[in-house]
T-cell receptor, first 112, second 114 residues
């Protein structure tokens, strides 16, 4: 089955700096890669996703890159703000209605 | 994004009792729903995939007779934790998927078994 590894497990940055979270996956059949943000005690919220036919996608301060050959993808948050503090999960899936495999999560702390 | 509700949000029960958790897709028809379990400061662990009108597909190591899943309609799936024990205490979250690759999560249910 799919195995998704995520690094780092914790990340502290100063407000205004950039944050990068990296993930690798094992199953070459995976072609859908969502990123979720989860605040304490809340539900995971989709923040951005990318499909394997695209190498990069950007939405305001958030961008995701995908290297399908190397089987890794990354989340980039620029100009970080205190409200970006949360746990971020990467995930991988073959798409369709097949299951999504989640990474272990990164706790991001943005220091004002 | 789509709206998924989950009820109850919190439940405390005595050991040996059964607890039912409902997951509803409020604004779209969810062909497939997923049930996850999340321990504190841990990732989401998939328990089972629930398909409308058919039996759920359980992940390895998840007891299907303990965690009963019913997906009777395109908007409702239920998870029943039978004969609950303290080790079943956890945060249970459902997600719904309908028509796209994206899963939308419910707000979760915090189960505490005394």
């Amino acid at each position: 089955g799919e195995n998704v590894e995520q690094h780092p497990s914790t990340l502290s940055v100063q407000e205004g700096d950039s944050a990068v979270i990296k993930c690798t996956y094992s199953d070459s059949a995976s072609n859908y890669f969502p990123w979720y943000k989860q605040e304490l005690g809340k539900r995971p919220q989709l923040i951005i996703d990318i499909r394997s036919n695209v190498g990069e996608k950007k939405d305001q301060r958030i961008a995701v890159t995908l290297n399908k050959t190397a089987k890794h993808f990354s989340l980039h948050i620029t100009e970080t703000q205190p409200e970006d503090s949360a746990v971020y999960f990467c995930a991988a899936s073959p798409g369709g209605y097949q299951k999504v495999t989640f990474g272990t999560g990164t706790k991001l702390q943005v220091i004002p | 994004g789509a709206v998924v509700s989950q009820h109850p949000s919190r439940v405390i029960c005595k050991s040996g009792t059964s607890v039912k958790i409902e997951c509803r897709s409020l604004d779209f028809q969810a062909t497939t729903m997923f049930w996850y379990r999340q321990f504190p400061k841990k990732s989401l662990m998939l328990m089972a995939t629930s398909n409308e009108g058919s039996k759920a597909t359980y992940e390895q190591g998840v007891e299907k007779d303990k965690f009963l899943i019913n997906h009777a309609s395109l908007t409702l799936s239920t998870l029943t934790v039978t004969s609950a024990h303290p080790e079943d205490s956890s945060f249970y979250i459902c997600s719904s998927q309908g028509g796209t690759d994206t899963q939308y999560f419910g707000p979760g249910t915090r189960l505490t078994v005394l």
